[in-house]
């Protein structure tokens, strides 16, 4: 499976967009002046399967690239079944509806183990999932994976973390989406964070690009817009340049349009 990046970019640049309301994902695109949203098809916090998109076809139709993110609930690594088993199912079912409006791809996050319980239990639960459902088919879309901002026992937190993941996972084609204000949270510089990323992953297919409300290496996951977060915004442009690939701002939605117009500057897009 080959980088996104790669199959979204145009002659004029790569795509840049944001986070979207979703009812009505075109119209804050073109009020943001998106060329990619992302949204979730149903509650975040709900383990409920998501219903068909009203505007399937129209944002299959349209020229916006579509990402979709899974619930927050999700956690693939989970030693209990409670948990592991319902996420295994929600992500395949919004797969299958992520495709029905043309998306590029689902979001999930890393997730974790508990406290006491060993971390390679949670990256086998992760290679157990993606191998079985790719030996059942494949997913409807392509998975990519988002670093998070906390956690001890996170599977998706720190570099080592991340390389253990991969090994676990990479050899079936999953993505990868660099989140700044996780990485920034997490501890990880900035400056070289797309480099060390692409060394262990080998892609980055998405950028969640977000400031920080929080000083570095907090571990929280509070996002801001650039022009009002702790991170330099001269280091979001550098990541930006340097992964190469389709952008989201998950950021305050009065302050996207804005972030949206600073990053086409800077990025000459």
Not at 142 to 163: K, S, V, W
Not at 203 to 228: K, P, Q, T, W
Not at 237 to 249: E, F, G, I, L, Q
Request: glycine content about 10%; charged content about 20%; overall charge negative.
């Amino acid at each position: 499976m080959t980088p996104l990046s790669g199959v979204v970019t145009t002659l004029a640049g790569m795509l840049i967009g944001a986070h979207a309301r979703e009812d009505d994902p075109l119209v804050s695109a073109a009020e943001r002046g998106a060329d990619i949203v992302q949204l979730f098809l149903a509650d975040p916090q709900s383990w409920k399967k998501p219903p068909s998109h009203p505007q399937a076809a129209d944002l299959r139709a349209s020229d916006v690239a579509v990402v979709v993110h899974s619930p927050y609930p999700v956690n693939l690594a989970s030693l209990n079944n409670r948990i592991r088993i319902p996420s295994r199912k929600i992500v395949v079912q919004h797969a299958e509806l992520a495709a029905e409006l043309g998306a590029i791809g689902l979001v999930v996050h890393g997730g974790h183990v508990t406290q006491g319980e060993d971390p390679a239990a949670g990256f086998g639960n992760w290679r157990k999932f993606i191998e079985r459902q790719t030996g059942d088919g494949g997913f409807a879309v392509p998975i990519l994976i988002e670093n998070t901002a906390g956690g001890e026992n996170a599977m998706a937190r720190r570099f080592e973390d991340l390389a253990r993941l991969w090994d676990a996972v990479g050899e079936f084609g999953v993505g990868f989406c660099l989140d700044t204000c996780h990485a920034f949270s997490a501890g990880l510089d900035l400056v070289d964070v797309v480099e060390r990323a692409k060394a262990i992953t080998g892609r980055i297919d998405l950028v969640h690009l977000n400031s920080s409300r929080d000083e570095f290496g907090s571990a929280r996951d509070r996002h801001a817009n650039i022009a009002d977060g702790t991170i330099d915004a001269d280091e979001l442009v550098a990541v930006c340049a340097a992964a190469s690939a389709p952008v989201v701002v998950e950021t305050p939605a009065e302050g996207q349009a804005a972030d949206i117009a600073f990053l086409r500057e800077r990025l000459g897009t």
